[in-house]
């Protein structure tokens, strides 16, 4: 081989060199590229565990609000059940008032009724008396008229 032909040789492996030189420049622009946006991305998902966290701290303040409100409203519904209990024992009573007054009011109604009957009856004998008394008046009075 002569010269020539071994700085030919020489110079398309250099050429092929530079080729893959330049395609290796060409990968580690992308790769910087890709790393690049690999960065903002992991400062965008930090930033977003930042507000994460920031939530979860709410979060939890929110909960524990909760479990104080649900002691609350556990003590108010017992307050509640004992509020039940005493009413229905109080409309119980008002029912056994209410059973009483109503038989009472059976018992009046009979003796209103009973009392009305015989004020009939009085108004009918006093009525009759009336009359009668009224005959004896002018039996009287007509006999007196003939002496």
Known sequence: MTEKEMFEAILSKVEAIGKDVSD????????KADVSVLKTDVAELKSDMVEVKSDVAGLKVDVAGLKSD?????????????????????????????AGLLEFRTEVKDILADLSERMY?????????????????????QKAVDL
């Open 121 to 141: 009856s009085i108004e009918a004998v006093t009525k009759e008396n009336l009359f009668d008394i009224a005959k004896i008046k002018s039996a009287r009075c």
């Open 70 to 98: 649900m002691v609350e409203v556990k003590a108010d519904v017992a307050g509640l059940k004992s509020d039940v209990a005493e009413l229905k024992r109080k409309s119980e009573a008002v029912y056994e008032q209410v």
């Open 24 to 31: 290796l420049k060409a990968d580690v622009s992308d790769l």
